[in-house]
């Protein structure tokens, strides 16, 4: 789907044609973990010939090349700098004046920032009628849409922004839901005017994404819908979910917000990133959602074994089969297979499940970043000097995300059987085999309890 809001190398705003639908990469802080240019352009490369079955060249990774990925960023703490930094007069921060994209080194990218963190949800933060609230870790700053507005100056025109928005909790009441629906609209409106300003006097902005509010109220989901639908915006996040509400709940809501929304602009659902949140979210018209899922399983030692369609000794099995192995599981101490077998990423091709359990029992931070990631490094021939990541198209050295690999590749086959048109019968199979397996999120730390394979018998 052409999505407007891009990065591209010369810094303009462009609309970069993403593949929907997709995850979002998390960043902290705009910067995607144990990953750089070259190895986030290595890793998309990978996904997409491991999804086709097509061998891939080394020479086929070119880090000079736009990266076809999606990269979220929380933008709280860039507008804290730029507010901080650059007054109304001078509204380009120094450490900004390339603009967001080439600042975070993703230019080329979809580069979507929103008021919201995937993994730290937070609402009450005290917004008015009249304020909203950002968070940096200096502490929370009051501001007006205004001041939101000219402070997003300083990330340039190649970032979607959401408008500033009062966002809440599902499991809020309905009182407060609508309360904050109207309160985002009035946001809306005065950040659309600030663009407008802007565009008077020939100053570049980011692209601007409407907010959705409304909770699980299908009643309220649409009217804030319809409303935001009815102002010029680019696209819309619909906000407030993956909250603690019910389940069952979420379906109508989105379905009741997306019949609303034009079907040619995208549509972002923070808060849905287990594998059966993703397909009931694809399966109510959402294109793009975050990966938490992918990034909490790794922080609790999880390497996902994800299969969209299950090989057929798999699905015939009696025994539920896990989607991510618990790899601070001890069976797994002198298992010398790969994390997970025929999976092409670097880690499940140079490592073994032996080794990252024992980083993971030696409290070696290694272990987060060959389940993430591993960092590529290349060495001149007398190893005295590292090259630069950033400028580096010819390391043939891969770094790659191991779960982000396999989410990337989860959301490449639910693309492929759309264009089939197979999807709704390979949703309903999907989910069938996901309920018989294990919920939805994992335990809240390690060591977590998770079905495991049998480790194979060690020579005597």
Not at 73 to 82: I, K, N, P, Q
Request: proline share 8%; with cysteine.
């Amino acid at each position: 789907m052409p999505v407007p809001g891009g990065g591209g190398p010369d810094g303009a705003g462009t609309v970069t044609v993403v593949p929907t639908p997709t995850c979002l990469v998390y960043t902290r802080r705009g910067v995607p973990m144990h990953l750089t240019r070259s190895t986030l352009a290595d890793l998309v490369h990978r996904a997409a010939a491991a999804a086709t079955g097509e061998p891939l060249a080394a020479a086929a990774v070119d880090a000079s090349q736009p990266i076809p990925a999606a990269v979220h960023v929380h933008v709280d703490a860039l507008l804290a700098s730029a507010l901080a930094t650059a007054p109304e007069s001078a509204p380009m921060p120094t450490h900004l004046k390339h603009d967001a994209p080439r600042y975070l080194g993703v230019a080329g990218s979809f580069l979507l920032a929103t008021q919201r963190d995937a993994l730290a949800f937070e609402d009450d933060l005290g917004v008015t009628d009249k304020v909203g609230v950002i968070t940096a870790s200096r502490g929370r700053q009051r501001v007006t849409a205004a001041e939101y507005m000219r402070a997003a100056r300083a990330l340039g025109p190649g970032v979607a922004l959401t408008a500033m928005a009062d966002t809440v909790a599902a499991t809020a009441s309905r009182k407060r839901q609508n309360r904050a629906a109207e309160r985002t609209l009035t946001f809306l409106d005065e950040c659309l005017k600030e663009v407008d300003a802007a565009a008077a006097t020939g100053v570049p902005m980011p692209v601007l994404w409407g907010v959705v509010q409304g909770g699980i109220d299908v009643e309220l989901r649409a009217r804030s819908a319809r409303g935001t639908a009815a102002k010029p915006v680019a696209g819309f996040v619909i906000e407030g979910l993956g909250t603690g509400e019910v389940p069952d709940a979420v379906e109508p809501a989105l379905h009741a917000a997306v019949a609303e929304l034009p079907a040619d602009r995208p549509r972002y659902a923070p808060g849905l990133s287990a594998p059966e949140e993703i397909v009931r979210g694809v399966a109510a018209g959402i294109d793009l959602f975050d990966s938490a899922y992918a990034v909490r399983t790794a922080d609790l030692g999880g390497a996902l074994v994800l299969r969209w369609r299950p090989e057929p000794e798999t699905a015939a099995a009696a025994e539920p089969v896990p989607r991510h192995l618990n790899l601070w599981d001890e069976a797994f101490m002198r298992d010398r297979r790969p994390l997970v077998e025929a999976c092409r990423c670097y880690a499940c091709t140079h490592h073994t499940r032996a080794y990252v359990c024992h980083l993971l029992h030696t409290h070696e931070l290694l272990a987060s970043v060959l389940l993430l990631s591993y960092v590529r490094r290349c060495w001149w021939l007398d190893g005295s000097v590292e090259c630069s990541l950033l400028d580096s198209p010819g390391c043939s050295w891969p770094g790659h995300r191991h779960n982000m690999h396999t989410m990337f590749l989860f959301m490449a086959d639910i693309r492929a059987s759309i264009e089939r048109g197979t999807f709704e019968e390979e949703a309903a199979a999907f989910l069938r085999v996901q309920a018989a397996n294990m919920s939805a999120t994992l335990p809240p730390g390690p060591p977590a309890v998770f079905a495991t394979p049998a480790p194979p018998a060690v020579p005597a």
